[in-house]
């Protein structure tokens, strides 16, 4: 995996594996510069665009973890519970043969009007 930082022109690359936390209530003890998507050595750290009761993601290789051991990273569940909470699906196994209308993507800085370019919107118009 390959992620390129935004607003940096470092390219990070994941060899043995993504590591993805969720992480709802640690926002204020990593310092995130004042764009979304910060990063820090190895590691990045992106608020969710969605909503801000999401919090933020952190993406790093295994290996960067231990750099991180005040931070809690088993909040997967609160995660979920938060997304059903807001009404936010995630990934194709929960949208299924939907338009992102349907889900209220346009709610959730995830269809742009102006470009007109997200799937079904063609059919939408």
Same mark, same amino acid.
């Given at each position: 995996?390959? +992620? +390129?930082?935004?607003n940096?022109?470092?390219?990070?690359?994941?060899?043995?594996?993504? +590591? +993805?936390h969720?992480?709802?209530d640690?926002?204020?003890?990593v310092e995130?510069?004042q764009y979304?998507?910060?990063?820090?050595?190895?590691?990045l750290?992106?608020q969710?665009p969605?909503?801000?009761s999401l919090?933020?993601?952190?993406?790093?290789?295994t290996?960067?973890?231990?750099? *991180?051991?005040?931070i809690?990273?088993?909040?997967?569940?609160? *995660?979920?519970?938060?997304? *059903?909470?807001?009404?936010?699906?995630e990934?194709?196994?929960?949208?299924?043969?939907?338009?992102?209308?349907?889900y209220h993507?346009?709610?959730?800085?995830s269809?742009?009007?102006?470009?007109?370019? *997200?799937?079904?919107?063609?059919?939408?118009?």
């Amino acid at each position: 995996l390959s +992620v +390129v930082a935004l607003n940096t022109r470092q390219t990070l690359g994941f060899n043995e594996g993504k +590591v +993805v936390h969720e992480l709802q209530d640690e926002i204020p003890r990593v310092e995130l510069p004042q764009y979304p998507g910060g990063l820090f050595t190895e590691t990045l750290f992106i608020q969710d665009p969605r909503q801000p009761s999401l919090g933020m993601r952190m993406y790093s290789p295994t290996k960067f973890l231990e750099q *991180y051991s005040a931070i809690d990273l088993d909040q997967h569940k609160l *995660y979920t519970h938060m997304r *059903y909470i807001n009404g936010i699906a995630e990934g194709t196994e929960e949208l299924e043969n939907q338009l992102p209308l349907n889900y209220h993507m346009h709610l959730l800085n995830s269809i742009d009007f102006n470009k007109g370019c *997200y799937l079904g919107h063609e059919l939408t118009q």
